[in-house]
């Protein structure tokens, strides 16, 4: 990697990252702190976008986004953005707190959700490119 690339993954993983925190204290101050949807929103978001760009990159489709954009968008914004790491303490806190159904929830829902939005999005959007 050269100076250009450390910069652009940097420039967006700080972007990703207050986006991250706004969002996060966004949403738990709407709806609440005791289940860790903010997390769950920002990861669901996170894999939707990292689809989007992934397929945007594809040789075999109109190739729109160039390894520059590619490597801020889906290295530095998504990496600074999504939050496996805070997804991983925040369900040991809720197994620590007893609170077993709601860990088992907000693991389902992550994976399956985030695994999901990732597919349609970069289906889609390679199915879009394609035409």
Known sequence: MNATTYLLVA???ALGTV??????????RTLGFGF??????????GSAVIGIVAATALPSSRSIV???????????ICGG???FSSFSLQTFELLREGRA???FA??????????????????????????
């Open 106 to 131: 907000n693991v389902a829902l992550s994976v399956v959700i985030c695994l999901i939005v990732t597919a349609v999005g970069y289906l889609g959007t390679a199915s879009l490119l394609s035409r």
């Open 11 to 13: 420039a967006g993983g």
């Open 66 to 76: 160039g390894p520059e954009l590619r490597v801020f968008l889906m290295v530095g």
């Open 36 to 45: 860790p949807l903010g997390t769950l929103i920002i990861n669901i978001l």
């Open 19 to 28: 986006g991250r925190a706004w969002l996060g204290l966004f949403v738990g």
């Open 81 to 83: 953005f999504t939050t």
């Open 101 to 103: 159904a709601a860990a």
